[in-house]
């Protein structure tokens, strides 16, 4: 059975970081990636990675100061958030996926709290 477990969210003040991890058992996935939800809005994509030749890519409101990584086993992805924003608060998903889009997935993880404060 396929679990997506995430861990590392919490409060950190404006300008701060935070790295979130998230451990894939039962297999390994082509894409893992990341999204996000704020309160009133929408799930919204954040950053995504490939398993060959671990491309890339990321929303144009964390470019620059998010970044996605796997470990070498290929069942972790983590995030690293430099520069917290306030506007960067909301509960964040980690997502798994064997269709090699990397903005689109089938698995997804219970998600993890991250709160900026200004």
């Known amino acids: 059975q396929v679990q997506l477990v995430e861990s590392g969210g919490g409060l950190v003040q404006a300008g701060g970081s935070l790295r979130l991890s998230c451990v894939a058992s039962?297999?390994?996935?082509?894409?893992m990636g990341w999204f996000r939800q704020a309160p009133g809005k929408e799930r919204e994509f954040v950053a995504g990675?490939?398993?060959?030749?671990?491309?890339?890519r990321y929303a144009d409101s964390v470019k620059g100061r998010f970044t996605i990584s796997r470990d070498n086993a290929q069942t972790t992805v983590y995030l690293q958030m430099n520069s917290l924003k306030p506007e960067d608060t909301a509960v964040y998903y980690c997502a798994a996926g064997d269709g090699g889009s990397l903005y689109s997935y089938n698995y997804w993880g219970q998600g993890t709290q991250v709160t900026v404060s200004s």
């Open positions: 990675i490939s398993r060959s030749l671990g491309r890339t």
């Open positions: 039962g297999r390994t996935f082509s894409t």
